[in-house]
C-alpha cells in the first residue's frame, strides 16, 4: 500500500485569502494561479498495519509537532473516505530549498493527496483529488492541474463544489516566466492560516476586498484569453497591493512586506513606465519573497531589478504540468 506522487507549486495571480468555513478550508473567494515546473515535491505514502501512528519525513528530517498533527488529521480523511484504520508514512522531498521562504504546502499537499489516496486503494479522478488537497491546504487544490488554473469557491456548505479546474494547460502561453526571487530565509512570523483568519475576522477593508475580487479574476481570464500581458500584469500588481492591504488592515497588523519589496514595486511601475508597457508584474504571497511575472524576453532584466534590490538567488519558472504518479 504504497505510492509516490509529484505535485509543482502554484504561484497565484488572484489570490486566496479567507475562509468561508475553517474546517472544510472554504474560501471567502475564487481564486487564479498559475503551475510552476521549476519547483516542486515528490511524497510517498506507505500505509502500514505495523505503524501504531503516522510518521512524517520532510526531507529526510523525522517531523513531530504541529507539521505531524496537520498531517494526520488529513490523513483521518483518507481513512475514512477508505473505511481503512491504517497508520501511514509520508515522505516529502522538495527540489527547492527549505527554509527559503517559498512555501512549500501547496505543492506538499497535492503530492501527499495524490499519493496517499492511490496508496490506498481510493481511485480518485483530478476533481476529487483537488476536492482533498484543498483539505490538507487550500492553495493545493490547484497544484493537482497545471498551466492555468481556477478554484472555483463554490457555494455550497459541504465544500462538495469548491475545487479547481485548467482553463489552459502549460503549452498554451509558453512564454510566460514567473521570476522568483529568495529574499528571505526567516520563518514566516504569522502563519498564511492565522493571519488569513484574523482578516476575516478584524479587517474592515475585507469586505470591499470581495466586492470587487472577482471582477478582478474576471478581468483577468479575459486578458489571459486575449494573451494581452499588459493588461493582464496591472491585475496582478492590483490584486497583489490589495491582498497586502487588507492584511495591513487586520488587527494585529500583517506585514510581509519588506523595504527590498517596496523597492521592487516601485522599480517594477518605473520600469513599465520607462517603456511605456507593462511587460512585469510583481506579486507577493504570505512573505517577502517576489515574484516577478513576465515574459521570456524580459527575464534578465526581471532578474537585474531583483539583484539591484538585494536579492542574489533567483529560480525561473515557466507555466508547469499538473500531478504525475512515479516510481518511489
Ligand atoms: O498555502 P495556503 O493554502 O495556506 O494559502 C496561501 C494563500 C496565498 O499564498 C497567500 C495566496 C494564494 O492564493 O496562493
Redo the contacts with the bound molecule.
Keep these: 500500500m504504497e505510492a509516490s506522487a509529484i505535485a509543482h507549486s502554484?504561484?497565484?495571480l488572484i489570490?486566496?485569502?479567507g475562509k468561508k468555513n475553517e474546517e472544510l478550508i472554504i474560501p471567502t473567494n475564487s481564486?487564479l494561479?498559475i503551475t510552476m515546473d521549476a519547483i516542486y515535491t515528490k511524497a510517498t505514502v506507505k500505509f502500514d498495519k505495523h505503524l501504531t501512528k503516522d510518521e512524517l519525513y520532510i526531507n529526510g528530517k523525522k517531523e513531530e509537532g504541529k507539521s505531524l498533527e496537520r498531517l494526520s488529521k488529513f490523513l483521518d480523511i483518507v481513512r475514512e473516505m477508505s473505511g481503512e484504520k491504517i497508520f501511514a508514512s509520508v515522505k516529502t522531498e522538495t527540489n527547492f530549498p527549505l527554509g527559503s521562504g517559498l512555501?512549500s504546502?501547496?505543492s506538499s499537499y497535492a503530492a501527499i493527496a495524490a499519493a496517499s489516496a492511490k496508496a490506498i486503494g481510493l481511485n480518485l479522478d483530478n476533481r476529487e483529488l483537488s476536492i482533498l488537497a484543498r483539505r490538507g491546504?487550500?492553495?493545493?487544490c490547484r497544484s493537482i492541474f497545471g498551466g492555468f488554473v481556477l478554484w472555483q469557491k463554490g457555494t455550497r456548505d459541504d465544500g462538495k463544489d469548491s475545487f479547481a479546474v485548467q482553463l489552459f494547460d502549460e503549452k498554451y502561453w509558453p512564454e510566460i516566466r514567473n521570476v522568483i526571487g529568495i529574499s528571505s530565509t526567516k520563518e514566516k512570523r504569522i502563519s498564511?492560516?492565522s493571519g488569513m483568519a484574523a482578516t476575516v475576522k478584524s479587517s474592515t477593508l475585507f469586505e470591499a476586498r470581495l466586492k470587487y475580487v472577482e471582477e478582478r479574476l474576471n478581468s483577468a481570464i479575459e486578458a489571459i484569453k486575449k494573451k494581452d500581458f499588459h493588461v493582464l500584469a496591472e491585475i496582478i500588481m492590483k490584486e497583489s497591493n490589495n491582498?497586502h492591504a487588507v492584511m495591513l488592515d487586520t488587527w494585529p497588523p500583517i506585514i510581509y512586506l519588506d523595504d527590498k519589496a517596496k523597492e521592487i514595486i516601485y522599480s517594477v511601475i518605473e520600469y513599465n513606465e520607462s517603456l511605456g508597457e507593462n511587460v512585469m508584474a510583481y506579486t507577493f504571497?504570505?512573505g517577502a519573497n517576489p515574484h516577478i511575472y513576465t515574459t521570456e524576453e524580459y527575464v534578465e532584466e526581471a532578474k537585474k531589478i531583483l539583484n539591484k534590490c538585494g536579492i542574489i538567488q533567483t529560480i525561473v519558472c515557466k507555466p508547469g504540468p499538473g500531478i504525475r504518479y512515479v516510481e518511489k
Design positions: 502554484n504561484i497565484a489570490k486566496y485569502w481564486s494561479s512555501a504546502s501547496a491546504s487550500g492553495s493545493a498564511s492560516r491582498m504571497d504570505a
